[in-house]
């Protein structure tokens, strides 16, 4: 009986002990444990010498999860100073993983930000200066200078920089080279508009050849499609819908606020982009039925299925399109600039790598970023498909030949236009997407709908700033 | 039963002699104190994953702080603003309103088909094991997995359901725009969690029914009643308060669904299916707006704290009358 209960008690505090060490053990992955470092009065500044990291320091990045993630994760293992573990979160958790970690001033070492989170980082401190570290330790006279600015600085035009250009990015039009090459889809077209059947240049011209490709029956311009791009505007979806339809309004002429005075109501639900909206709406009916919902992965396979003819997305998936093991179309696609209008402007995208201020290994991270940011390193990353913001890069043989779109690219970055990046952008983008993608689906007024972005957005920015834009 | 006796009062002199023997070494172990000392690890648990975070979060509604913005400066306190600036603010009430057309509807269905099929099934058929083994399945799977494939099947273009509304069966030559179609996109939702629980409510269905008493419906049938007078007199009345815990536990538990509703439709179209938890959501983790965030969960959990007591009490006075 005493035997009996003696293992009892040890077997049930043995369970509950067990428990607790379980339950209290975090995970494998540094998010979420906090560290010491008490909160910084202002942005941590990084030392412009940094000592170099021994090869048993452990590194994290944090990503979204597209090709050039994948690609980051391959190159990091090259590196020879530290083991470098690169986190892809999907798109929808990009922005809320690296602020909750920041909360818990914890996380990843280095994180890649997009251009609109440099605000909300710099403001709550959450990542290191790099300025004067950037003069000691990067080409910065080799960097495309938007990328520069777009990627790391804040507030604009402050010359203060939080980030390093580590992906250039902007949109382009792939497209089925076989359709409009074929004969009888040319001579149907001739038919019907009286013009030979070419590569739209402007966007009045896409719609005709997208909506010529929707009308004509499959039997004879073999798809059943004109074209697809992420149309997807739930908060799930961040900045999709936004990003594909700002291109277009900035080509009609369009604005979407002015950055100096923070107005938004009169530019945004200008007649302009009225007629870029009611566009945008015309060109949503010539793809696949129910796109509404269309994220990057869905106007991959659209292309890659053979069901639209036409598409936009960008650079950073154009390896999804190079495999012809994950994409059936890829010997028939070709790649050109997204088309202008009034303007040629395209979106644009790309990210910065910034050093969290919570990093336990600043100097590592340091060192890691001027290791992936020096030249030898940036023209592996070109090979691998990732796109350099290095002048000297984009100009090499290394990157022009590595894919069939990347000479289109160098032409694309030099016209390329951003958004806002202040702290309230989340709030901004929210209205702006949820609205949108109302309108683009017919489901909305057009001009009720920027009515109420521009309303929104105007009483966002003017609670967040009553005395006006920040100096 | 002598024998009996005495070897159990040989046993208690064994207990007795032993705890002798340990009590000098134990004395300062009192049961009082081993009591506590076997609770103290889960009280400590529960102190510091529901406790804290409940009395720190129910502070922080009372203040303006943004974790990420206002982590230099901390809370600063407000009173009751953010509980007035967010019940007199119409998208509030839009994501109520939002949340019931997502809870009435799916609970409902759920209740009637799942009767029904309970009904059915209170039988024995070959089979019977293998067909609510089956039955049972969608609601052992994770929601995230169930809105992942119902998204691939509710596809306009590509899914299933598109394929045989339009190309089997020719109902319709674009098909149904499930998840981006402001006027179809709830009831999408509702579908999903139907075929999700219905089998929660089947199975406390059948418990209900097998509970009934058989001489009930042998007398009644000695008195030749009819079918539906043995569900209306007998069946009904008895099963009534267990549909209630069901009905009660489903209406909690639609009332804070999340992750079906994010991965499926995330919100949209437009706000159309932006359910509470979501927009909750949409104010922490987003906007990091702390204060807010936490003041609303509170507001969401003092309504369903008073939607669960309204239903308790029915179920206590249909208790009585029975």
Excluded at chain 1, 397 to 402: G, I, L, R
Excluded at chain 2, 131 to 157: C, G, K
Excluded at chain 2, 214 to 232: G, I, N, P, Q, T
């Amino acid at each position: 009986m005493r035997r009996y209960f003696q293992r009892s008690a040890a077997f049930v505090t043995v369970l509950l002990f067990g428990s607790l060490l379980t339950a209290c053990g975090g995970s494998s992955s540094p998010t979420g444990q906090a560290t010491s470092a008490p909160a910084p009065t202002s942005a941590p500044v990084a030392e412009a010498t940094s000592a170099p990291a021994s090869n048993t320091t452990n590194l994290q990045v944090i990503w979204f999860a597209w090709e050039p993630c994948q690609a980051l994760s391959t190159l990091a293992q090259t590196y020879p100073d530290a083991t470098v573990e690169v986190r892809c979160v999907p798109i929808g958790q990009w922005h809320d993983q690296i602020f909750t970690d920041f909360a818990a001033k914890g996380g990843a070492d280095v994180v890649i930000l997009d251009s609109q989170f440099i605000g909300e980082a710099v403001v709550g401190n959450h990542v290191v200066e790099l300025t004067d570290w950037m003069k000691e330790n990067i080409e910065v006279s080799d960097f495309v200078p938007e990328a520069l600015s777009a990627y790391g600085e804040y507030p604009p035009t402050s010359q203060r920089y939080y980030g390093v250009a580590i992906e250039g990015d902007t949109q382009m039009l792939v497209y089925r080279k076989d359709l409009f090459a074929d004969p009888a889809i040319q001579e149907a077209f001739q038919q019907q508009h009286g013009k030979a059947l070419e590569v739209p240049t402007t966007w009045s011209d896409l719609l005709t050849v997208a909506q010529f490709f929707k009308a004509t029956p499959d039997e004879v311009d073999q798809v059943p499609n004109g074209f697809a791009t992420f149309w997807c505007g739930t908060p799930a979806c961040y900045d999709q819908v936004q990003t594909a339809w700002n291109q277009i309004a900035w080509s009609f002429g369009g604005e979407l606020w002015d950055p100096n005075t923070y107005q938004v109501e009169g530019i945004l639900n200008s007649s302009t982009n009225l007629q870029a909206l009611q566009f945008a709406a015309e060109l949503f009916k010539t793809g696949p039925e129910g796109a509404g919902d269309f994220q990057f992965n869905e106007t991959v396979s659209a292309l890659c299925d053979g069901s639209v003819a036409m598409g936009a997305i960008w650079f950073g998936f154009g390896p999804a399109f190079t495999d012809p093991s994950g994409c059936n179309q890829s010997a028939n696609l070709d790649y050109t600039l997204v088309p202008g209008e009034v303007k040629q402007i395209s979106s644009l995208g790309g990210m910065g790598l910034s050093v969290s201020s919570y990093s336990k290994n600043p100097d590592a991270a340091l060192a890691f970023v001027k290791w992936l940011e020096s030249k030898p390193t940036q023209i592996e990353w070109a090979k691998l498909g990732g796109f350099s913001a290095r002048i000297s890069v984009l100009e090499s043989p290394e990157f022009n030949n590595a894919a069939p779109y990347n000479p289109i690219f160098a032409k694309a970055y030099l016209n390329v236009k951003d958004f806002w990046n202040v702290p309230e952008y989340n709030q901004l983008l929210q209205i702006q997407g949820e609205q949108l993608n109302l309108a683009i689906t017919g489901q909305a007024d057009p001009q009720a709908a920027l009515d109420l972005i521009a309303s929104e957005q105007q009483r966002i920015l003017d609670n967040a700033y009553p005395d006006g834009p920040p100096k | 039963m002598a024998d009996r006796d005495i070897s159990s009062s040989n046993n208690q002199t064994m207990l007795v002699t032993q705890a002798e023997r340990l009590r000098p070494r134990f004395r300062w172990l009192s049961d009082r104190l081993l009591v506590w000392l076997f609770l103290s690890p889960t009280m400590l648990l529960l102190l510091l994953i529901t406790i804290f975070p409940l009395i720190w979060s129910l502070y922080l509604s009372f203040t303006r702080y943004s974790v990420i913005k206002d982590s230099a400066t901390g809370p600063v306190w407000i009173g009751l603003q953010n509980y007035a600036q967010l019940l007199s603010d119409p998208n509030i009430w839009e994501r109520f309103t939002t949340t019931a057309q997502f809870v009435v509807p799916a609970v409902v269905i759920e209740l009637l088909l799942g009767f029904a099929l309970a009904l059915l099934l209170n039988r024995n058929f070959k089979g019977r094991g293998v067909l609510m083994t089956l039955m049972l399945i969608p609601m052992m799977l994770s929601p995230v997995v169930v809105a992942l494939f119902w998204r691939f099947m509710l596809r306009a273009d590509t899914g299933i359901l598109n394929y045989i509304i339009r190309d089997v069966l020719g109902l319709s030559e674009k098909g149904v725009f499930w998840l981006t179609d402001l006027k179809v996109a709830m009831w999408s939702l509702v579908l999903v969690d139907v075929w999700m629980w219905t089998p929660f409510m089947m199975l406390i269905s059948l418990a209900g029914l097998s509970a009934v008493p058989r001489y009930l419906y042998e007398a009644a049938e000695v008195d030749r009643a009819s079918a539906w007078f043995k569900f209306r007199h007998i069946t009904l009345p008895i099963i009534t308060p267990l549909l209630a815990i069901g009905v009660l536990f489903r209406t909690m538990d639609s009332y804070r669904v999340f992750d079906t509703v994010y991965a499926l439709t995330g919100g949209g179209p437009g706000r159309a299916t932006q359910v509470l938890s979501v927009y909750i959501y949409q104010l922490a983790f987003r906007d990091f707006d702390t204060g807010k965030g936490s003041a609303l969960g509170y507001i969401m959990l003092i309504v369903i704290i008073a939607l669960a007591n309204v239903l308790i009490r029915l179920l206590l006075n249909n208790r009585e009358e029975a």
